[in-house]
């Protein structure tokens, strides 16, 4: 148990009052309102698992506990939390993100949280930050994370505006005069449009990416704080067409929006889901059924019927269609590239 004395935690609170403080007088001059909340929703999360290890240090092991962060949606994920538990007795306590900050912000609480754990499993809806995390010995050594089913970056288009034939065929196409004013998409530094723009970069190489956003940007898209809410503006008609996950689609096509998925072809992007156990996971016993549970085949088929999925099986090897990536790479360039993608996309 990590125990730390009065004047630590004194000065650790002053500490964080100083940069919240700080924080704060930076947000009142940004001229990014949705980024800098966006940013903000990171921070907290990120500095709310500070405090629980200053204030109170590590809490004793409670045999019918489990702690998950969940990068998935909510509502995928409290039914089947709840079976979890009716099955096995155990009460698992979820920590979310939000969508603004998608998988981003969990990401950086695990990681100041890598030498005093307090979550036990990981569920995230994209692979990019499970396989940051990883590399950087988040997890477990033996089985640390494994992947189930995909689902997938596509166009979106709004059926009253644009039908499949008149809709661009490829991303290329989006920089063309005639879509100007009339795209919307997720800010591209969090979750999976951060993957998807990264993969992007990988296949076509830096300078036709590098072009390609700055024609993007001439063309004066919507940047907005969300996949869900990219649906949205295209069904209102705000936008005429957006790059989002095929379940926002199945979510808005649900409620009735006009919308519609283009098919996927050598820009789309295929999305597992990723299960992990931490290193030194306060439940260890508890995390490895709640980590069995999770990737196993009653989830994988809840999550396909409720359109959270397109597969339950992991995306194939071999998908000529589709984006692959080589994450090795990918991941020893990441805080380069993530750092173009803030000066092309926040000046």
Known sequence: MVVLSQEDRVNGLKGFVDFYTGFGRYAESSKSVSFTASLASSLICLLVGFLAVLLG????????????????????????????????????????????????????????????????????????????????????????????????????????????????ASLLELTNQMWRGKVALAFPLFGSTVTHFLALRQAWGETKWEEWCRALIRNKPYLLDGNSVVVRQVSRGEAWIGLTDSDDIAAGQREGMPVAALPLNNDSLLLPNTIAITRNAPHAANAQRLFEFLHGPDVAGILVQAHALESPASPPETQPETLRVNWPPLLAELKASTARLEQLFLR
């Not at 240090?57 to 998935?72: D, E, F, H, I």
């Not at 979890?84 to 969508?99: H, I, K, N």
């Open 57 to 168: 240090g590590c809490s004793p092991s409670n045999s019918k506990v489990v702690t998950l962060y969940a990068a998935q949606d909510r509502e995928y994920v409290q039914p089947i939390i709840q079976e979890f538990s009716a099955r096995t007795g155990l009460r698992v306590d979820v920590v979310y993100d939000s969508e603004a900050v998608k998988t981003t912000a969990l990401a950086n609480r695990l990681l100041a949280e890598r030498n005093h754990p307090q979550c036990d499993v990981f569920w995230n809806n994209e692979e990019l930050r499970t396989r940051q995390l990883a590399a950087k010995d988040v997890f477990r050594s033996t089985n640390g994370w494994t992947s189930f089913g995909f689902r997938s970056r596509r166009m979106v288009i709004n059926t009253n505006l644009l039908s499949l034939a008149q809709a661009p």
